[in-house]
């Protein structure tokens, strides 16, 4: 089993950062990818970026294109989400995700993880 544990989380007002973290400990062996989701109230989860932990490629959704970098510190086990120039449309709570497999279809699908933190908050005030 792969625990995961998010932090980070605050409240900001537009246009602040915030850096938010994701520390996994367990069988972490065989990772293949990390991915930061994101769910505000009455809204579907939403996949916002992801890291492939052997070529170490990303990708992220076009809202948070130019605004968002994720990154993963191997030797700390940790994933991170540096989040700038943030928006209220960005306020939700994030969940860090993980997989052991390379299938499954898009990485934006929620359901192709098996290993979910608890969430932390992120609330960005105009």
């Known amino acids: 089993q792969v625990q995961l544990v998010e932090s980070g989380g605050d409240s900001v007002q537009t246009g602040g950062s915030l850096t938010l973290s994701c520390a996994a400990s367990?069988?972490?062996?065989?990772?293949?990818?990390m991915t930061w989701f994101r769910q505000a109230p009455g809204k579907e989860r939403e996949g916002v970026a992801i890291?492939?932990?052997?070529?170490?490629?990303?990708a992220y959704t076009d809202s948070v294109k130019g605004r968002f970098t994720i990154s993963r510190d191997k030797a700390k086990n940790t994933l991170y989400l540096q989040m700038n120039s943030l928006k209220p449309e960005d306020t939700a709570m994030y969940y860090c995700?993980?997989?052991?497999?390379?299938?499954?279809?898009?990485?934006?699908?929620?359901?192709?993880?098996?290993?979910w933190g608890q969430g932390t908050q992120v609330t960005v005030s105009s």
């Open positions: 890291i492939y932990t052997g070529s170490g490629g990303t």
């Open positions: 367990g069988s972490t062996y065989g990772i293949y990818c």
């Open positions: 995700a993980a997989t052991k497999f390379s299938s499954g279809g898009s990485w934006l699908n929620p359901g192709r993880y098996n290993y």
